[in-house]
């Protein structure tokens, strides 16, 4: 089947197609999880397709689909899978049992024109009976993070780094970057699920907080090994990269440097605080095209740090040369400064870069 077939099927509960169903690569990309652990909980558990087709391929039903994803929901809020495997199957026998008593055993009998009057309303519980449990609520756990409306690969990784698992994490992460390109990947993708486990750490006190330190070092991972190699310096072609004295935000900062070299540019990362002093010796020895300055706090943006380091020259007497200085982050908010640029966000911020070394 082409893919422009495949595009026009009927897709049913979940957006799983009526026909074939999904194969495991697919339903793993839809949970957030490695292949391997789809196939694990099925051999292990017995969580796998209830029907099975003639080719190697196994394929899932949106009810197989729907078991998988109680399954994310209950191991996410820290159940063992062995025992999160056990209620879901539980709740799956259940339900068929609730099926098979509703359903005729023969031919259909006509309707009672009145039924009698104790089905009409349920039965009275005794005054002394004790109180009923409260109905169990629908567990928020595999989608806890408020992300909207957003692409399906942000809810993906936002369960993987809910579970904490890293190899799930680090695949879709990749597969983001390597089916988007960085920048898209960046703004659609990761900075969305970033901004939501952000939300959901400032609203739950101190929880959460592993999940953000966990997807940012991920993130962080996935740039460098997807990055090529640093390219080499052209004289008056380097862009340098630095955070603002006091400023430890680097990873917008390292997605910057990863887009320029991506695209050729020589770069020169400095990550966190880099001190005064350093900033201005880094800018003196690379005679550098542009400055990226990182800011994420309005208490470290310093405009007199940026008026500096863009009045700096450098160069033969008569062919003295500036560096193009750009405020980055949102801690220059309110803080613009006179003649240096401010791109408000990843794709402006290299289209900038990039005029200013082609000139």
């Given at each position: 089947m082409g893919t422009h077939e495949r595009d026009g099927e009927d897709r049913g509960r979940g957006g799983v197609p009526l026909g074939g169903g999904l194969t495991t690569g697919e339903v793993a990309r839809r949970l957030g999880v490695a292949p391997t652990t789809v196939r694990t909980w099925?051999?292990?558990?017995?969580?796998?397709?209830?029907?099975?087709?003639?080719g190697r391929h196994r394929r899932w039903t949106a009810t197989d689909v729907?078991?998988?994803?109680?399954?994310?929901?209950?191991?996410?809020?820290?159940?063992?899978?062995?025992?999160?495997?056990?209620?879901?199957?539980?709740?799956?026998?259940?339900?068929?049992?609730?099926?098979?008593?509703?359903?005729?055993?023969?031919?259909?009998?006509?309707?009672?024109?009145?039924?009698?009057?104790?089905?009409?309303?349920?039965?009275?519980?005794?005054?002394?009976?004790?109180?009923?449990p409260p109905a169990r609520a629908r567990s928020r756990a595999g989608s806890g993070?408020?992300?909207?409306?957003?692409?399906?690969?942000c809810k993906g990784i936002a369960r993987a780094a809910l579970r904490l698992d890293a190899v799930?994490?680090?695949?879709?992460?990749?597969?983001?970057?390597?089916?988007?390109?960085?920048?898209?990947?960046?703004?659609?993708?990761?900075?969305?699920?970033?901004?939501?486990v952000g939300r959901k750490w400032e609203s739950s006190g101190e929880r959460y907080?592993?999940?953000?330190?966990?997807?940012?070092?991920?993130?962080?991972?996935?740039?460098?090994?997807?990055?090529?190699?640093?390219?080499?310096?052209?004289?008056?072609?380097?862009?340098?990269?630095?955070?603002?004295?006091?400023?430890?935000?680097?990873?917008?900062?390292?997605?910057?440097?990863?887009?320029?070299?991506?695209?050729?540019?020589?770069?020169?990362?400095?990550?966190?605080?880099l001190p005064v002093e350093s900033l201005v010796t880094a800018v003196r020895r690379t005679g550098p095209a542009a400055v990226g300055l990182w800011a994420q706090s309005r208490t470290t943006a310093s405009r007199p740090l940026a008026q500096h380091v863009a009045a700096m020259e450098w160069g033969v007497r008569g062919a003295r040369r500036k560096p193009v200085v750009l405020t980055i982050g949102p801690g220059w908010s309110g803080r613009t400064v006179?003649?240096?640029?401010?791109?408000?966000?990843?794709?402006?911020?290299?289209?900038?870069l990039e005029s200013v070394v082609s000139r």
């Open positions: 099925d051999r292990r558990y017995g969580l796998g397709p209830d029907a099975h087709t003639g729907a078991r998988l994803e109680r399954m994310c929901a209950l191991t996410a809020t820290g159940i063992p899978p062995a025992e999160a495997a056990r209620t879901v199957l539980g709740e799956a026998t259940q339900g068929a049992e609730s099926v098979a008593l509703a359903a005729p055993a023969g031919p259909t009998a006509p309707a009672s024109p009145d039924p009698p009057p104790q089905a009409q309303a349920p039965a009275r519980r005794p005054p002394d009976a004790p109180p009923l993070l408020r992300l909207g409306d957003v692409r399906q690969e799930a994490l680090d695949e879709l992460l990749e597969a983001a970057i390597v089916e988007h390109g960085l920048v898209a990947a960046w703004t659609e993708v990761i900075m969305p699920t970033l901004q939501a907080v592993e999940v953000e330190h966990f997807l940012s070092w991920h993130v962080s991972g996935a740039l460098r090994r997807g990055a090529p190699p640093s390219a080499a310096d052209r004289p008056g072609a380097t862009i340098v990269l630095a955070c603002v004295p006091g400023e430890n935000h680097t990873l917008p900062l390292e997605v910057l440097a990863a887009a320029l070299a991506e695209r050729g540019l020589p770069v020169r990362m400095f990550g966190g605080a006179t003649g240096l640029p401010r791109p408000t966000g990843l794709a402006e911020a290299v289209a900038i």
